[in-house]
């Protein structure tokens, strides 16, 4: 007499764990994508961000020309200090006019601000 059995056989579950394999296969390599496309996203948004208050902090600042600093550049700017790290205090003139900014997941965006101001 057979029973009336209910389950999976092996073939049928040898199957399924390989069709999740390749479902793995292909989505992981997707996800990390996604991932390096959305820091790459933050870091443009910012640096956008910045290039957008430095021309209004000098515009804003035209009369007085000591108050277009980048610290007060950046205090312009919604951008979350957990995520993006800048060097607010460059030492020489040089350096006062490149910005580089590092997402803490990964990746750098470099860009210069020109400034008429800057002597030494």
């Known amino acids: 007499m057979l029973r009336n059995e209910k389950g999976f056989t092996l073939i049928e579950l040898i199957m399924i764990i390989i069709i999740l394999g390749i479902l793995a296969a292909i989505a992981v390599p997707r996800y990390v994508d996604l991932q390096t496309d959305a820091r790459n996203a933050v870091l443009d948004a910012s640096v956008g961000a910045i290039k957008s208050a430095a021309i209004i902090q000098y515009a ?10 980048l610290a ?11 995520v993006l790290s800048t060097p607010i205090s ?11 900014i590092t997402h803490s997941g990964g990746g750098t965006r470099t860009f210069s601000i020109q400034s ?3 002597s030494g």
């Open 60 to 69: 804003a600042g035209i009369p007085n020309p000591a108050a277009n600093t």
């Open 72 to 82: 007060s550049i950046i205090a312009q700017t919604d951008l979350d200090a957990a």
């Open 90 to 100: 460059p030492t020489t003139c040089a350096d006062a006019n490149t910005l580089t």
């Open 116 to 118: 008429i101001y800057c």
